[in-house]
């Protein structure tokens, strides 16, 4: 049987894959409004978060304090997961704590596809891009960020 074949047969693939392109959207939205913000109240174009592209979402910003965010789509014989990885430092002798966790997609009781979060919260692929990005608001402290669809 092929790779493809075998991965289609994966539950709510197709939902799965739709969620994560619109959660990559609402990351990139999500950095712009952040680096948007920066730039205006004079950050160096340096210090801004950087979203690398590829197949998962690479989220990062250089320098202290320094933050780095890792997700990645996973397809389980019980259907998608997003892999989350969070870390950071604050200077070069304070790191953060790494928080790692998963995200199963799955359809709530109304239907919607929707990412699963500790205890049964669901979050659309909005409000994953919005926790994903939470840890660049250390980053930048004295700065009010948008948040939501205020991005950009």
Request: glycine share 8%.
């Amino acid at each position: 049987m092929s790779a493809a074949a075998t991965q289609s047969t994966v539950p709510l693939y197709h939902e799965g894959k739709r969620f994560w392109q619109e959660l990559v959207d609402e990351c990139k939205r999500h950095v712009q409004g952040i680096n948007s913000a920066a730039v205006a109240r004079g950050i160096a174009l340096d210090s801004l978060v950087q979203i690398q592209p590829g197949p998962d979402i690479h989220m990062y910003k250089t320098g202290y304090p320094a933050t780095d965010v890792k997700a990645l789509l996973s397809f389980m014989p019980w259907g998608p997961v997003i892999q989350c990885i969070i870390a950071g430092a604050r200077d070069a002798e304070h790191r953060l704590l790494t928080c790692e966790f998963e995200m199963p997609v799955a359809r709530d009781l109304d239907g919607e596809t929707v990412a699963v979060f500790d205890e049964g919260r669901s979050f659309s692929p909005l409000e994953v891009a919005s926790y994903l990005t939470q840890p660049f608001r250390g980053c930048f402290r004295n700065i009010p960020l948008p948040c939501g669809r205020d991005q950009q």
